[in-house]
T-cell receptor, first 112, second 115 residues
Framework: DAGVIQSPRHEVTEMGQEVTLRCKPI?????LFWYRQTMMRGLELLIY????????DSGMPEDRFSAKMPNASFSTLKIQPSEPRDSAVYFC??????????FGDGTRLSIL | AQKITQTQPGMFVQEKEAVTLDCTYD???????LFWYKQPSSGEMIFLIY??????QNATEGRYSLNFQKARKSANLVISASQLGDSAMYFC????????????FGAGTRLFVKA
């Protein structure tokens, strides 16, 4: 079975540019999660969706961040405009209800 | 508020020995789930083991077992017969509420397995 697929694996861009991270969850999973991992703050939940509907976005750091899930097999996390402090590894995860989350391999984002 | 505490930033263990990674949690919700994940140097997050708050038995998965002490609010991971490939970061996490999915992760413990 295919796992959670994230793209790109690495992204390097200049500050001020728009960044779009993509995620394809495991087929059939009802829940999709976006996390950010940094040395300073560890692993933080940014937002999660249930059946394509955003349920809790309280972890989204500010208005520069937005996430969408237009259908059950695709989600995006967008940063506009990007800043150097957004540099981190961004993980997408998906799960069935009341089951462990399965993580993608992450996107390593560097904002110069 | 949810809280997960992993007090061991780093640990060493000799190959083939057992090791316990500590995790304590704090919640007022009677229904919650506890997870352990492994993150090797390659960066991926690998699910290891799950314990539900109502589960009567401690969870086991191969060489991994979860020492669940509900009254003490601890959920320690025990790795038996350590292998060199077990060297990684280990994260404890908690999901509060049966249908809530906001999951909080601890700061992690880096495990080094010595040959």
């Amino acid at each position: 079975d295919a796992g959670v697929i994230q793209s790109p694996r690495h992204e390097v861009t200049e500050m001020g540019q728009e960044v779009t991270l993509r995620c394809k969850p495991i087929s059939g999973h009802d829940y999709l999660f976006w996390y950010r991992q940094t040395m300073m703050r560890g692993l933080e939940l940014l937002i999660y969706f249930n059946n394509n509907v955003p349920i809790d976005d309280s972890g989204m750091p500010e208005d520069r961040f937005s996430a969408k899930m237009p259908n059950a097999s695709f989600s995006t996390l967008k940063i506009q405009p990007s800043e150097p402090r957004d540099s981190a590894v961004y993980f997408c995860a998906s799960s069935y209800p009341d089951q462990p989350q399965h993580f993608g391999d992450g996107t390593r984002l560097s904002i110069l | 508020a949810q809280k997960i505490t992993q007090t061991q930033p780093g640990m060493f263990v000799q190959e083939k020995e057992a090791v316990t990674l500590d995790c304590t949690y704090d919640t007022s919700d009677p229904s919650y789930g506890l997870f352990w994940y492994k993150q090797p140097s390659s960066g991926e997050m690998i699910f290891l083991i799950y314990q539900g708050s109502y589960d009567q038995q401690n969870a086991t998965e191969g060489r991994y077992s979860l020492n669940f002490q509900k009254a003490r609010k601890s959920a320690n991971l025990v790795i038996s017969a350590s292998q060199l490939g077990d060297s990684a970061m280990y994260f404890c996490a908690m999901r509060e509420g049966r249908w809530g999915f906001k999951t909080i992760f601890g700061a992690g413990t880096r495990l080094f397995v010595k040959a």
